[in-house]
């Protein structure tokens, strides 16, 4: 027998299938899964899985269509956990998940899935979700604003490696909804993917700011091309009150939902609904109130949990912080904790909680989100220094633009171009830096240290003054 146990989501998706089993489940493009294919198929790949013998997940390539959903709820019915692997990545990278996933040792019981995220060593790491944090996570946001079940069609394009795209799939799926996913791994071709949501009848938006952001630029990405759309779920990012404003204007009757939370506790700790007033006032807008379930600390210096209004490092503790990170106990002894028997997580977000409410006030480290993608600087600098013609890098997020100052190694002389292709070979495309710049030396601080202050003004002037050639 074995002992982990069988899992709210999935009796939700195996009710649906013998209730009403003709009801669409999952579309991409033109093409359409049932709940009862999909449930077929799942059974068969569980099946296969029984026999599998290796102890390590299945890796699965996030460019499987609509077999994607099959094999993910196959691993979950196996009681297998799985990774979705990003295919546009690098085979460098891609091997370095496969070799983290196979050698990091047997895994931890009750998992159900690994996500990995840009690691400050240069390599990917993998946050471990158990099945309970998943169960949690989708129980808790049943409370989102939505269509009775079985009516909603939840539209995004996050990519499945990603843990954004967590929300749309399991919460749409266990709910009897139809789920749509945009396919944008060949890049955003707005003709193609317009005509997809015309027909989507989608209900409500998944995706990070940045996305909905890019849409505002077609003018048909208002209401007449999704009608039944009542809800924007962002996530992942600083959602500005200028788009809040843009999309009231395009989609009058669709509200807005702005959640906030890391990889590590299982895609969002706190949510909040963003009225158009709020909006109109113009300031920072809060991340919210935690989901029923989780704990919300703020916490100073010593790791001590400071009064309501102080700023302070954000600590997220309960039932959806996840278990830490594949083969890496140090870093996961550092972030993750225990604290009155509750689990912890140390975000690295700075913020303050007030009135209930949490506000987001940035990083205290070198993580970055550009574009609505999770980048810590210090993997591209890592990846930049393996390059044989590199003898110093650092990366710099630059309002919106991701850059990086080399200096070339002793006695080479490479061109920015050649460096990105080297670059290209090793890190996936979100990770690149839109124009690297040669320089003699890097900025230091008095006590010797790389100034990164500097660094940031030194890019900006090479670019101002148009000497760059990335
Ligand atoms: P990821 O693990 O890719 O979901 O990225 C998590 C990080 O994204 C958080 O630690 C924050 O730095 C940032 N983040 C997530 N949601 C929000 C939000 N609503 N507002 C501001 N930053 C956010």
């Avoid at 931890?108 to 946050?127: C, D, Q």
């Avoid at 539209?155 to 749409?172: E, I, K, N, R």
């Avoid at 955003?188 to 027909?199: N, T, W």
Wanted: hydrophobic fraction near 40%; charged fraction near 20%; include cysteine.
């Amino acid at each position: 027998m074995n002992p982990v146990k069988e899992m709210a989501l999935t009796r939700h998706i195996l009710e649906t299938a013998a209730g009403h089993p003709d009801r669409i489940a999952f579309c991409v493009g033109e093409e359409r899964l049932s709940y009862r294919e999909l449930v077929k198929g799942a059974r068969h790949q569980a099946e296969v899985l029984s026999a599998w013998r290796r102890y390590h997940p299945p890796i699965i390539p996030g460019d499987q269509g609509l077999r994607l959903p099959v094999l993910l709820l196959g691993c979950l019915l196996s009681r297998r956990p799985y990774v979705v692997m990003d295919p546009t990545a690098p085979v460098l990278r891609q091997n370095q998940l496969i070799q983290d996933v196979e050698e990091a040792g047997p895994d931890l019981p009750g998992l159900a899935y690994l996500m990995y995220t840009s690691g400050s060593t240069g390599r990917p790491k993998g946050v471990q979700i158990s099945r309970d944090n998943l169960d949690f996570f989708l129980s808790a946001t049943r409370s989102l604003p939505l269509e009775p079940p079985g009516e909603a069609v939840w539209l995004t394009h996050a990519p499945w490696s990603f843990d954004l795209s967590v929300l749309p799939l399991w919460q749409g799926l266990s709910r009897g909804d139809r789920v749509v996913w945009l396919d944008t791994s060949r890049g955003v071709d707005f003709p193609r993917l317009a005509a997809e949501m015309a027909q989507s009848g989608a209900t409500c938006w998944v995706s990070t700011p940045s996305f909905a952001r890019l849409w505002l630029r077609d003018p048909t990405f208002r209401e007449a091309l999704l009608p039944r759309l009542s809800l924007f779920f962002f996530c992942g990012e600083v959602l500005e009150p200028s788009l809040v404003l843009a999309l009231a204007r395009r989609f009058p009757r669709a509200r807005v939902v702005n959640a906030y939370g890391p990889t590590e506790a299982t895609v969002a700790a706190t949510l909040t609904e963003i009225p158009r007033e709020l909006a109109e006032a113009g300031g920072p807008l809060p991340v919210g109130q935690p989901l029923p379930g989780i704990s919300l600390a703020v916490l100073g210096e010593n790791g001590e949990p400071l009064p309501p209004g102080q700023e302070g490092e954000i600590a997220i503790g309960g039932p959806g912080v996840g278990l830490g990170y594949r083969g890496l106990p140090e870093l996961t002894r550092q972030r993750f904790f225990t604290r009155d028997g509750i689990p912890w997580y140390r975000t690295g977000d700075m913020g303050r909680l007030e009135e209930g409410q949490l506000w987001f006030h940035g990083r205290r480290d070198l993580q970055v989100k550009h574009r609505g993608c999770r980048i810590e600087l210090a993997d591209i600098e890592q990846n930049l220094l393996a390059l044989p013609q590199v003898a110093e890098a650092v990366a710099v997020l630059l309002e919106d633009r991701l850059l990086a100052l080399v200096v070339p190694a002793a006695g080479a002389a490479p061109t920015p171009p050649e460096l990105i292709r080297g670059l290209r070979q090793r890190l996936p495309h979100y990770l690149l830096p839109e124009r690297i710049l040669p320089v003699a030396a890097l900025p230091l601080t008095p006590q010797g240290k790389l100034d990164r202050r500097e660094a940031s003004r030194m890019a900006a002037e090479k670019m101002k003054g148009g000497r760059c050639d990335g």
